[in-house]
């Protein structure tokens, strides 16, 4: 899809996305961040990047687990998606900076971990473009730093592959589309999911980008 339509439909969805997520996941994907945030700050440092940032789920998450003189930015290229994420409502705020994630804007080696949540398929338009995002993002931390990715992924057993298609396929695109109102929007982002790597086929391209 091309980059300019992707934009168009996250702006569609941001005001309802955080709902929307944790209604089709019952609540899950709060606890997957959390759980993800916990660890990832063990890492510790003074620098952390969330990157497809959206609404700042990740990274107000980090913030709750960050040491004292942490700071964490967000990046998007969505610029409704961050007014969601740094909005007079939330009680913490992650820096906000717009920018596309294949070009990052900043110099090499500059954070201590680089975190991104449920994006990972967005930015899956090939394999040679999400190893070219993989190895941006290597390229901006720091030598010893922590990349954290929290994404749904392929079940090994078939049974359990199977039900959890079908439940993308009868319950994301509907529902999505009833609480955002974009059609469009939750259409592709159903889409994305039974496409995406298995654990063990991500781990390969992982390692493949270094």
Request: charged share 20%.
């Amino acid at each position: 899809m091309p980059k300019d339509r992707l934009k168009e439909l996250f702006a569609e969805v941001a005001p309802t996305y955080e709902r929307a997520n944790h209604i089709l996941t019952f609540g899950f994907d709060r606890h997957w961040r959390r759980a993800a945030a916990r660890w990832a700050a063990g890492a510790g440092g003074e620098l952390w990047l969330d990157v497809c940032s959206g609404s700042g789920d990740m990274a107000r998450a980090l913030l709750r687990f960050a040491g004292r003189g942490t700071r964490v930015i967000g990046v998007d290229f969505c610029l409704p998606m961050l007014r969601q994420a740094v909005g007079p409502e939330r009680t913490l705020r992650p820096l906000a900076v717009s920018g596309d994630v294949r070009h990052l804007p900043f110099p090499n080696a500059t954070f201590d971990l680089v975190t991104i949540s449920f994006a990972t398929r967005n930015i899956n338009l090939s394999r040679a473009v999400l190893q070219d995002t993989f190895r941006e993002f290597r390229r901006v931390l720091r030598p010893g730093g922590v990349f954290v990715n929290v994404e749904t992924s392929q079940p090994r057993s078939s049974i359990v592959r199977g039900l959890f298609h079908a439940y993308v396929k009868t319950a994301v695109k509907p529902i999505g589309s009833w609480i955002s109102g974009s059609l469009p929007g939750y259409a592709y982002l159903a889409s994305t999911i039974p496409k995406f790597y298995s654990a063990e086929g991500l781990t390969h391209l992982l390692e493949e980008a270094g």
